[in-house]
């Protein structure tokens, strides 16, 4: 039961800080005081330190041995390799799905990229968050069809980092979400026609633009 009570209170540490340091409250840089968030989160010490330990290993949080732990920063070298990571995985794995994903998945891809375009046509000040949301459903439903337990274990890292830089590039996410939309309607096509190298190609360059304004 204390196992379990310990295991609990540090899932709620877990996603109070991870949400924190995505929507961008603790900023790149900002100190992680175990105290303070262990207060502020109403928990002990114990499981923030957990956290803080899950967040080093999905590469959000970095520590020094005995300073305290801060949000992690990301020079421009390492936003171009994990740009260029994520991309090389989800092409990988959009190529597996393309010849296993079933009729039920297809029509599950085809009912978030109609939300998506609902989204991008209503705008508002919300559009991109929503449609971020939206996106990571249609990119799961991928990497669920490309039936790889160890690729997903890979991709885990790489997508929870690049979701604290997708606020670097929110205003290049907002230019292009109707050619994202694009590019969602192309990776259907390529799926019905169960086409590897279509897939590919198509994430690859769907995953590159966000990156890339000038991309096609």
Same mark, same amino acid.
């Given at each position: *039961?204390?196992? +379990? %009570?310990? #295991?609990?209170?540090?899932?709620? &540490? /877990?996603?109070?800080?991870?949400?924190?340091?995505?929507?961008?409250?603790? #900023?790149?840089?900002?100190?992680?005081?175990? #105290?303070?968030?262990?207060?502020?989160?109403?928990?002990?010490? +114990? !499981?923030?330190?957990? $956290?803080?330990?899950?967040? @080093?290993? @999905?590469?959000?949080?970095?520590?020094?041995?005995?300073?305290?732990?801060?949000?992690?920063?990301?020079?421009?070298?390492?936003?171009?390799?994990?740009?260029?990571?994520?991309?090389?995985?989800?092409?990988?794995?959009?190529?597996?799905? $393309?010849?296993?994903?079933?009729?039920?998945?297809?029509?599950?891809? =085809?009912?978030?990229?109609?939300? *998506?375009?609902?989204?991008?046509?209503?705008?508002?000040? @919300?559009?991109?968050? =929503?449609?971020?949301?939206?996106?990571?459903?249609?990119?799961?439903?991928?990497?669920?069809?490309?039936?790889?337990?160890?690729?997903?274990?890979?991709?885990? !890292?790489?997508? %929870?980092?690049?979701?604290?830089? *997708?606020?670097? /590039?929110?205003? +290049?996410?907002?230019?292009?979400? +109707?050619?994202?939309?694009?590019?969602?309607?192309?990776?259907?096509? &390529?799926?019905?026609?169960?086409?590897?190298?279509?897939?590919?190609? #198509?994430?690859?360059?769907?995953?590159?633009? $966000?990156?890339? !304004?000038?991309?096609?």
């Amino acid at each position: *039961m204390i196992q +379990t %009570q310990k #295991q609990s209170a540090a899932e709620v &540490a /877990y996603r109070h800080i991870r949400r924190r340091i995505i929507d961008g409250t603790l #900023q790149s840089g900002a100190f992680l005081i175990e #105290q303070d968030l262990a207060a502020e989160i109403g928990v002990s010490r +114990t !499981p923030v330190r957990d $956290a803080l330990h899950r967040l @080093e290993n @999905e590469g959000l949080v970095h520590a020094e041995g005995n300073k305290r732990a801060m949000v992690r920063d990301f020079s421009e070298s390492e936003v171009e390799e994990c740009f260029e990571l994520r991309a090389q995985f989800e092409s990988f794995a959009a190529g597996r799905a $393309a010849t296993r994903i079933t009729p039920e998945g297809i029509a599950e891809l =085809k009912r978030h990229a109609t939300r *998506m375009e609902e989204v991008v046509n209503d705008a508002g000040p @919300e559009a991109a968050l =929503k449609f971020s949301d939206l996106n990571d459903l249609f990119h799961a439903i991928i990497l669920d069809h490309a039936g790889s337990p160890r690729l997903r274990e890979l991709m885990r !890292p790489l997508m %929870q980092v690049q979701l604290v830089l *997708m606020k670097r /590039y929110r205003h +290049t996410i907002e230019m292009h979400l +109707t050619r994202s939309c694009w590019h969602h309607s192309e990776l259907i096509r &390529a799926f019905e026609a169960h086409d590897p190298a279509w897939a590919e190609s #198509q994430m690859r360059t769907h995953m590159l633009s $966000a990156k890339n !304004p000038g991309a096609a």
